[in-house]
């Protein structure tokens, strides 16, 4: 299944109840997320330390079966003006590695300022560095997701 960058496409590739796994892949963490099988709320879940990308995968894809998810939301973090930048260049082969690991709807969302939107929110609660920095990730991953979730109930009132 290719990589998609529609909603509506995506959506429509889901069946009608089934959680979808958030997973917003940074430089040294992935922040992963998961939906409700009705797709109204997502949470955080887990982070999972990089490494090699196969090791990385089984983790994920641990994650997904386990919570017996139906696709992927895939954080793409583009530059302010919209455009795509390295970090945007490696979470779309990100998605795609993924892809051959598990064949199944992946959507690549934009998720600019989800880690700074949580970091704000984690300062505001007083959180401390080491605590920001334990739960940004996972917490930027669902925020990211939420996003998309949001768009998809949007598009079908």
Known sequence: MPLISDLSA??????ERAAILGVDPGEKRIGISVSDTT???ASSLDTVARGKFADDAVA???L?????CAGFVVGLP?????SSGPAAQSARAFARNLLSKRDAPLLLWDERLSTAAVTRTLLEGDATRKRRG????KMAAAYMLQGALDAMQERRA
């Open 10 to 15: 995506f959506a429509a590739a889901l069946p």
């Open 39 to 41: 797709r109204l709320i």
């Open 60 to 62: 994920i894809l641990k």
């Open 64 to 68: 997904y079966d386990g919570r017996q």
């Open 78 to 82: 583009l530059n302010m003006d919209g």
């Open 134 to 137: 334990e739960v940004v990730d």
